[in-house]
């Protein structure tokens, strides 16, 4: 696997975590939101210091992710189980919350479950904490570039949709007989006007531009 420096943004997320059917419960797994407790479960709540320790279905409810989700963090090592009831249920403690919320920030900035798995790896195998924590800050050190240069262009992509609405706005005024030919040969806009490329796309490719010129 390559270095997390040097991996290109991951758009799609975790397979394998679909949210279950209404109605359908795969065998061992409940439904987030099924509000169920199994009743050798709440004597075993509470860990050290007396702190509640929480159920799979608490953890999916409070970051809004399937119960199903949270086991594949678990299975793909990014999340551990604090503990386990009698009945061999997972208990797991407030940390667990704030790592899944993290797993779910890196996803928003592009980072695919193997690149989260080599941050950990990265951080745990470190010979020190100043060294893994200065790991952890290369890593975002590069996503904050890339994060800015996307801002950029998502930027410039803004300014030419509001471009190419105001441009759109006055085509009401066309002709309702007009063929879509005719918009290649617009008589409505000031000829001085450049079609801007979101609408001139549209028709590029067909051979005809306005003007009658190719582009």
Excluded: F
Excluded at 14 to 34: H, M, N, S, T, Y
Excluded at 131 to 140: F, L, T
């Amino acid at each position: 696997m390559r270095s997390v420096r040097h991996l290109p943004l991951a758009r799609g997320y975790e397979r394998g975590v679909l949210p279950l059917p209404d109605g359908v419960r795969a065998r061992g797994v409940q439904r987030a939101d099924a509000g169920l407790v199994p009743p050798d479960l709440d004597e075993d709540r509470d860990g050290q210091g007396g702190e509640r320790l929480l159920q799979v279905g608490d953890i999916a409810r409070a970051v809004g992710k399937t119960v199903r989700a949270i086991h594949h963090y678990e299975e793909v090592g990014l999340l551990r189980p604090h503990a386990r009831s009698k009945g061999r249920y997972r208990l797991y403690d407030r940390a667990a919350v704030t790592r899944v919320r993290w797993i779910g920030k890196l996803h928003d900035l592009g980072l695919s479950l193997a690149q989260i798995q080599e941050i950990v790896a990265l951080w745990e195998s470190a010979p020190s904490a100043p060294e893994a924590m200065a790991r952890i800050r290369s890593i975002y050190l590069q996503q904050l570039e890339e994060t800015r240069a996307q801002i950029t262009r998502l930027s410039s992509l803004e300014r030419e949709l509001v471009a190419s609405i105001d441009y759109l706005d006055t085509c009401d005024t066309c002709d309702p007989e007009e063929l879509v030919a005719a918009c290649t040969d617009c008589s409505v806009h000031d000829r001085t006007q450049a079609e801007p490329e979101l609408v001139a796309g549209i028709h590029g490719g067909n051979g005809h531009s306005r003007g009658g010129a190719d582009r």
